[in-house]
């Protein structure tokens, strides 16, 4: 049987990241798991994350902002939450890819996978903004361009506080990933390719 790693991708909005690790997973023929998916996941290992859906990247800029409004034990209360809804993410991380090479997006896995010699972690990019506004006008629900680019803001915005808030570090920082892929000089196609590539190293 051909050795095969894992994939760990985080990605800017807008970027074709997600595109890419579904892509790799269909050629690979190997789970592909983003949010939803290691959510439903974490259920067969017997782990509690169900609240994640409340806590999770879309909203952890709001309530990072209420915890630091927040005082007294109300503010422990929910620092105890958090952590034990991101531990029960990570152990669902780790035990997915104990069972074998897969594709996982987002959720900090580029950082709970980063010590696998079996994972390739990678961050999307796309240097060309205006093709990313104009991608997420042409996939997401947004009927004008300035709306795709405020989208594409605000979820960057989240992203980016949501690695910070859990790993302490820069979410753009090439330094913390293996491979970083440019979308606006590569095409989705060719990212894929390059990914398969050192998948199969």
Request: proline share 1%; hydrophobic share 35%; glycine share 6%.
């Amino acid at each position: 049987m051909q050795y095969m790693k894992s994939v760990a991708i985080e990605r800017e909005f807008g970027s074709g990241g997600r595109d890419i690790g579904i892509r790799i997973a269909k050629e690979a023929q190997i789970p592909y798991y983003d949010g939803q998916l290691l959510i439903e996941a974490a259920k067969g290992y017997g782990i509690e994350i169900a609240a994640l859906k409340e806590f999770d990247e879309n909203k952890v800029g709001s309530f990072l902002y209420n915890i630091a409004m927040m005082a007294g034990y109300n503010q422990y209360e929910n620092m105890a939450k958090i952590n034990e809804i991101f531990y029960g993410m990570k152990e669902t991380i780790k035990n997915l890819h104990a069972e074998g090479p897969a594709v996982f997006i987002g959720r900090c896995s580029t950082e709970i996978l980063k010590s696998c010699e079996d994972v390739v972690t990678v961050f999307v990019r796309c240097s060309d903004k205006e093709k990313r506004v104009q991608r997420i006008f042409d996939k997401e629900n947004v009927d004008t361009m300035q709306k795709a680019r405020r989208l594409m803001d605000r979820k960057d915005w989240g992203r980016e506080k949501y690695f910070k808030f859990w790993t302490k570090k820069d979410w753009k920082d090439e330094k913390n990933y293996d491979l970083v892929l440019d979308t606006a000089k590569f095409s989705l196609e060719e990212c894929s390719e390059i990914l398969l590539k050192r998948m199969n190293e």
